[in-house]
C-alpha cells in the first residue's frame, strides 16, 4: 500500500500495530480495536483531539497516512504510527503549547521510513 492511500485502507494494519504494543494490549475497558481509530479530516482536528488528556487506553486518532493510539490510561503518550509501522511514542502537550504542532505534523507526514525510523524528522 502507499502512503498516499487514504486512512480508512490502513485500519486493519493499525489494528494490528496496536494489539502487538506492550500498553495497548492491556486496554480492557473497552478492548482495543479498529474501532477505537477515530478520522480527522483536518490538521486542526487532530489538534483538537489530542489537546485532550482524558482518553482511554487504546483510543486512537488518524490524519491522512498518520496514525496515533494512546499508550496511557488517561495521558498524553501515543504510539505513532506511519503507514505499516510504528516509529514512536509522542508526547503532544508541549508542540500544542509552544504552537508547533502543525509543523511536526508536516514533518513526520513528509519524512520517508528511513527518517522515520531513525527519528530524524
Known sequence: MSGQLMNESWLDTWEKIGKQNHWIRKAYD?????????????????????????????????????CFINQMEGGDEWLTIKDDYAFESITFADFIKRGVFPVLIERLLRASKEDCIKLKY
Not at 48 to 62: D, I
Open 30 to 66: 473497552p478492548p482495543f480495536t479498529k474501532k477505537m481509530l477515530e478520522k480527522c479530516d483536518s490538521m486542526e482536528a487532530l489538534q483538537e483531539r489530542l489537546s485532550r488528556r482524558c482518553w482511554c487506553l487504546g483510543q486512537g486518532f488518524f490524519y491522512q497516512n498518520l
